[in-house]
């Protein structure tokens, strides 16, 4: 059996540290649910709980989103295929639309709403 060097000890903690760094940046678990949109370079944020309409410049026309009811959805779109009226809502964080042709992608960050004693949850039913 070999022995463990400086060098493996150093590779190991250099590797503990990325993966605990990059859980912590790359993740939005505290706050209020936000929809972010990004079109070409721009990016707007908006409040899930805030009722709102709005369009989105992209290369073939614009994209509309709607939220209502704290979930989100596109409500019209320029494009042939019509895909991402398709999608339908959605309403966790994690979860995003895109309209690709439009160039127009719809990310929910922010903290999920953690299930109850009595409320069932997916894993249960």
Not at 63 to 69: D, G, R
Not at 89 to 108: A, T
Request: charged share 20%; with cysteine.
């Amino acid at each position: 059996m070999k022995k463990l060097t400086f060098i493996d000890i150093f590779i190991f903690i250099l590797f503990l540290t990325i993966s605990v760094l990059s859980f912590t940046l790359y993740t939005n678990v505290s706050g209020k649910p936000e929809v972010h949109i990004t079109s070409g370079d721009k990016e707007w944020v908006y409040d899930l709980s805030v009722d709102t309409i709005a369009s989105f410049e992209g290369p073939i026309g614009n994209t509309t989103i709607e939220i209502s009811n704290n979930r989100v959805h596109i409500y019209s779109s320029d494009c042939k295929n019509q895909i991402g009226i398709l999608s339908g809502w959605i309403d966790k964080p994690g979860e995003w639309l895109s309209c690709l042709p439009n160039n127009v992608f719809i990310l929910i960050k922010g903290q999920q709403k953690i299930a109850q004693a009595e409320e069932t949850d997916d894993i249960s039913f």
